[in-house]
């Protein structure tokens, strides 16, 4: 079975500081990451896929196999980040296209 | 990107009741519907797939008869929740997942079972 894991509840940094939120995950197959942002009284959004390799918002993430990781990085913070940010896995090999989530990191930035 | 629309997006029933919430997709024909459970300050949790036509795939732990799902046509899925208990109370989300890349969320259902 797959897991996502974000070992950070919460997450302050000054704007214009570095940010790295992280998510590790376990999967024996191949898998598909995602980061989903959700800001405040807003669903639920792709933010960025590992497969795009784009920057969006000033945020990228490099998957890497070795470590398990997907960790989300921006070098300078603005104050619309402030969200809560979720990594999610997708198991496609099965056919089947579920998301398993992370438990989510809040990302505050302090103005 | 999918339009997903949930109906109601509040909703308070008194303990014992049931209660229905409506998953549309507006603009896209989506024969797999998810339905998500988050607790406050936590994480979603994947309850179950709605199929369109078919019966719900149930995540362990799920009650099927307490969560019952009907995904009658391409465009709906519904989620009742039989005998609701406060214990019930939670925020539900839907979701479609597009071209097997990228899910579209509802803006989510507040349930508050008193």
């Known amino acids: 079975a797959q897991r996502v894991t974000q070992p950070e509840k919460l997450l302050s940094v000054f704007k214009g500081a570095p940010v790295e939120l992280k998510c590790n995950y376990s999967?024996?197959?191949?898998?598909?990451l995602f980061w989903y942002v959700q800001y405040s009284r807003q669903r639920l959004q792709l933010l960025l896929r590992?497969?795009s390799r784009e920057s969006i918002k000033g945020f990228t993430a490099d998957l890497n196999k070795g470590e398990t990781s997907f960790h989300l990085k921006k070098p300078f913070a603005q104050e619309e980040d402030s969200a809560m940010y979720y990594c999610?896995?997708?198991?496609?090999?099965?056919?089947?296209?579920?998301?398993?989530f992370g438990k989510g990191t809040k990302l505050s930035v302090i103005p | 990107g999918a339009v997903v629309s949930q109906h109601p997006s509040r909703v308070i029933c008194k303990s014992g009741t049931s209660v229905k919430i409506e998953c549309r997709s507006l603009?896209?024909?989506?024969?797999?519907m998810f339905w998500y459970r988050q607790f406050p300050k936590q994480s979603l949790m994947l309850m179950a797939t709605?199929?369109?036509?078919?019966?719900?795939?149930?995540e362990q732990g799920v009650e099927k008869d307490k969560f019952l799902i009907n995904h009658a046509s391409l465009t709906l899925s519904t989620l009742t929740v039989t005998s609701a208990h406060p214990e019930d109370s939670s925020f539900y989300i839907c979701?479609?997942?597009?071209?097997?890349?990228?899910?579209?969320f509802g803006q989510g259902t507040r349930l508050t079972v008193v």
């Open positions: 979701s479609v997942m597009e071209g097997g890349t990228e899910a579209f």
């Open positions: 999967y024996s197959g191949s898998p598909e």
């Open positions: 590992h497969i």
């Open positions: 999610a896995l997708s198991a496609t090999g099965a056919g089947s296209y579920q998301l398993t």
């Open positions: 603009d896209f024909q989506a024969t797999t």
């Open positions: 709605s199929n369109e036509g078919s019966k719900a795939t149930y």
